[in-house]
């Protein structure tokens, strides 16, 4: 007597339609544009001005001091959370120089430094969970971290220094500043990277 069983059609998993997934681009887009703005409120009284749409800055005569915010998680492709992560790095630029890229020469929001100083920089763009606490976080590690560094390599003659954050090749452009010498290509070609319009 053979024994009877239901039949089984196994179906391919490739052609089975899949759930559309959550886009979060949007959320974080909005998220990210609303904390850059209300950062730019809480620092505008420290002399930045946001000139460039994740860059903050403040001139000075052969200088430029800048905050650069980077979304965690940015560079591979769309997010998939609506978790924003911001990473905070300062710089000093030399007017005169010749690099294409602002050099991200300065302190940033490692793990070990937001430990330190209990900063929370990042929040939820969905439900804004840590919002306020993640601005005021940014806010707070701008004076706390930002702002000693800047002041301590404020004058010239510090940054001429062989321990500053410039490399041997920035110190000299800005000897040649300092000297009447600078390019005023090279000048015009930072005040470009640095979103700066002059006038």
Not at 34 to 44: G, I, L, N, P, W
Not at 66 to 88: E, Q
Not at 138 to 145: D, G, I, M, P, T
Request: charged share 30%.
């Amino acid at each position: 007597m053979r024994e009877r069983f239901p039949s089984i059609t196994l179906l391919d998993d490739s052609r089975m339609p899949t759930a559309p997934e959550k886009s979060f681009t949007g959320i974080v887009r909005t998220g990210l544009a609303r904390a850059c703005r209300d950062f730019t409120a809480r620092v505008e009284p420290l002399g930045f001005r946001r000139t460039l749409k994740m860059f903050w800055t403040r001139r000075h005569p052969l200088t430029v001091e800048f905050i650069h915010f980077h979304r965690s998680g940015s560079t591979y492709g769309a997010p998939r959370t609506a978790s924003v992560d911001i990473r905070v790095h300062f710089g000093i630029r030399v007017l005169n120089d010749d690099l294409v890229a602002a050099a991200l020469n300065g302190p940033h929001s490692d793990a070990d430094t937001l430990r330190a100083g209990r900063h929370h920089l990042r929040f939820n763009a969905e439900t804004g969970s840590t919002y306020d606490r993640c601005v005021d976080d940014l806010a707070r590690f701008v004076v706390e971290q930002g702002e000693p560094w800047f002041q301590r390599w404020r004058s010239v003659d510090a940054l001429l220094q062989s321990d500053s954050p410039l490399r041997a090749q920035d110190r000299e452009f800005l000897r040649a500043a300092q000297a009447g010498e600078a390019s005023a290509e090279r000048v015009a070609a930072s005040l470009k990277i640095l979103g700066i319009k002059e006038g």
